[in-house]
C-alpha cells in the first residue's frame, strides 16, 4: 500500500486516481500507523512552504515522515512537498524543511532577472526533462526530452549532489532529486500524462532498502 | 523552455459536448470521457470544459462527468461555467480541477478573481473573457455572449491581472466558429497590456492559423474546439507543423 500523506494541504484526487489507474493500492493517511504500515509515502503538497511544514509538524508527522525515511522506506515528495525535502526554504523568511535532501529553496524570480530572462513566474506549464543521472530509479521508464508539468514560483538549489533530472527556464531548474531512497518531483507527475505516469509507476517499484 | 499548448475545448450541456457556431445553433458532438481521454492520447496539453448547463440537475451530471474525466485523464483540466462563488471554485477542484474559469461571475462580482487567487492561488484562476468589437474598441460581453456589458475589453484584462488572475482566455466572438484565423489584432492589444499567460480562442480552422497565433509575442496557448472535434485538425498532425516551424509544442515521444 503507498500512503499519500494527508495533512491539510493540497488537492489529492489527481494523485490518487493515477495510482489507482497505475493498479496500485493507495491510502490518503494522516494516521503514523498508517504510514508505517505502507510499503511507500508520497508526500504531497500546494501553496506555501512554512504554512505547509507547520502543518505537517502540527499534525505530528513531520517526524514520523523523517523516521521512515530515516528506515529506508521510498519517499517522494511531489512539488512543494519536494521542498520539503530540502534544509531550508527562503519563501517569505527562511524556514527549516525536513532536511532530508541537501540544498536551499530559493525564489525563481531574482535568480531569472539576475540571468537577464524577463519570463514569467510562476513557471506554468510543460518543459522537457534533461536527464542528469539516468541510473537513478525513478527515471527507469523516463527519456531524454519527456515533457512534464510544471507550476512553481520557487525552485530548489545547491542540490547538486541529489540532482536526477532538470529543465531550462532560463535558470536551471531542478526538476527531480534523489538522495537514497528519498525522491522528488519539483513538478507534478500526476498532471504530467503518459510519462508522470510511467514515473509513479517506477517509484511504486523500488523498494525498502 | 515552456511549450506552447494546444488545448480542446468541450462544451458540455446536460453531460454531452456540444459546439456551437458564433454561440448559436448548438449540435451534440459526443460523450466527454470518451472524448477527454481521446485528446489526452492525441497529446493535448490541457483540456477546458465549460458547463453550459442551465439546470442545478444538471450540474450535478457535469461534477460527476468531471470526475469521471478526472479519473482517466492525467493533465491539466480547466474549468468553467457558472462559476459565481468560492464554493463553486471547491466543487469543481473537489473533482479533479487545475484552474477554474470565472467569467460573468467576476462581471458581477470584480473581487471574486482576488478571493480565489488568495485562497488557491493566481495558476487556479483563469479569467475568461468573450470580447467582441464595438465601434472603434472591443467589448466584454456577458451570459454567453449575449449581454454587452459596456467594460473596455483592454481595461478589463488589465484589471483581472491586478486582481491576480494567472491566466486569461481571449475569445473573439468575431472569429468564433467562423474559421478564419485567431482575432490577431485583439490579441496583440491585450499582449501589449498584461504579462500573465493568455489563451487565444476563436477562429482556429486550420494549421496555419495557430502559427500566425505564436508568431505573435505572449501568447501561450490556441484553444479550439470545432477543428478537432471534427478532425479538420488533428493535433500530433498539427504539433508536428509548428514544430517545424520552430514554434515549442510538447511532442509525445514512444
Same mark, same amino acid.
Request: glycine share 18%.
Given at each position: 500500500m503507498i500512503a499519500i500523506v494527508d495533512y491539510g494541504v493540497g488537492n489529492l484526487f489527481s494523485l490518487r486516481s493515477s495510482l489507482s489507474a497505475l493498479g496500485l493500492v493507495a491510502e490518503v493517511t494522516g494516521d503514523p500507523k498508517q504510514l508505517a504500515a505502507a510499503s511507500h509515502i508520497i508526500l504531497p503538497g500546494v501553496g506555501a512552504f512554512a504554512n505547509a511544514m507547520a502543518k505537517l509538524q502540527g499534525a505530528g508527522l513531520a517526524g514520523v515522515v523523517r523516521q521512515q525515511a530515516a528506515a529506508g522506506k521510498p519517499l517522494l515528495g511531489i512539488c512543494l512537498g519536494m521542498q520539503l525535502l530540502?534544509? #531550508?526554504?527562503?519563501?517569505f523568511g527562511e524556514h527549516e524543511g525536513l532536511?532530508?535532501?541537501?540544498g536551499q529553496v530559493c525564489p525563481l524570480a531574482p535568480d531569472l532577472a539576475m540571468a537577464g530572462y524577463n519570463y #514569467?513566474?510562476?513557471?506554468i506549464g510543460w518543459n522537457p526533462l534533461q536527464i542528469q543521472r539516468p541510473q537513478s530509479p525513478i527515471l527507469r521508464y523516463t527519456q531524454e526530452g519527456d515533457s512534464v508539468y510544471y507550476v512553481h514560483s520557487f525552485y530548489a538549489k545547491n542540490c547538486d549532489e541529489a540532482v536526477v533530472a532538470t529543465s531550462e527556464y532560463g535558470v536551471t531548474v531542478t526538476g527531480a532529486v534523489q538522495k537514497g531512497n528519498v525522491f522528488g518531483t519539483q513538478f507534478h507527475p500526476e498532471k504530467s500524462g503518459d510519462v508522470g505516469l510511467a514515473m509513479l509507476k517506477a517509484f511504486a517499484e523500488v523498494e525498502t532498502c | 523552455m515552456v511549450a506552447k499548448r494546444i488545448i480542446p475545448c468541450l462544451d458540455i450541456r446536460d453531460g454531452r459536448v456540444v459546439k456551437g457556431v458564433n454561440f448559436k445553433g448548438l449540435r451534440d458532438v459526443e460523450d466527454p470521457v470518451a472524448m477527454a481521454a481521446y485528446y489526452n492520447q492525441q497529446g493535448a496539453d490541457e483540456l477546458v470544459f465549460y458547463d453550459i448547463t442551465a439546470s442545478a440537475e444538471g450540474r450535478g451530471i457535469f461534477t460527476d462527468i468531471l470526475k469521471k474525466v478526472a479519473a482517466q485523464v492525467f493533465i491539466p483540466l480547466t474549468v468553467g461555467g457558472a462559476v459565481n462563488s468560492l464554493a463553486d471554485f471547491d466543487r469543481v477542484l473537489n473533482c479533479g480541477a487545475d484552474k477554474v474559469s470565472v467569467n460573468s461571475g467576476a462581471i458581477a462580482n470584480p473581487a471574486l478573481v482576488g478571493q480565489g487567487a488568495r485562497r488557491y492561488?493566481?495558476?487556479?484562476v483563469v479569467l475568461s473573457m468573450d470580447i467582441k468589437r464595438v465601434g472603434e474598441g472591443w467589448h466584454i460581453f456577458a451570459k454567453g455572449g449575449r449581454v454587452?456589458?459596456?467594460?473596455?475589453a483592454l481595461d478589463w484584462a488589465m484589471r483581472g491581472e491586478a486582481e491576480g488572475a494567472g491566466e486569461l482566455v481571449v475569445n473573439s466572438m468575431d472569429t468564433d466558429g467562423v474559421k478564419n484565423g485567431f482575432d490577431l489584432p485583439l490579441l496583440q492589444a491585450i499582449s501589449q497590456r498584461v504579462k500573465i499567460p493568455i489563451v487565444a480562442s476563436g477562429?482556429?480552422?486550420?494549421k496555419q492559423h495557430f502559427a500566425n497565433l505564436f508568431a505573435l509575442e505572449g501568447i501561450d496557448a490556441g484553444l479550439a474546439a470545432s477543428i478537432f472535434h471534427y478532425k479538420e485538425v488533428g493535433i500530433p498532425e498539427l504539433k508536428a507543423y509548428l514544430a517545424g516551424k520552430g514554434v515549442p509544442v510538447r511532442l509525445r515521444q514512444q
Open positions: 530540502f534544509q #531550508k526554504s527562503y519563501e532536511g532530508l535532501v541537501p #514569467k513566474v510562476p513557471h | 492561488g493566481s495558476q487556479c454587452d456589458t459596456g467594460l473596455d477562429g482556429a480552422g486550420n
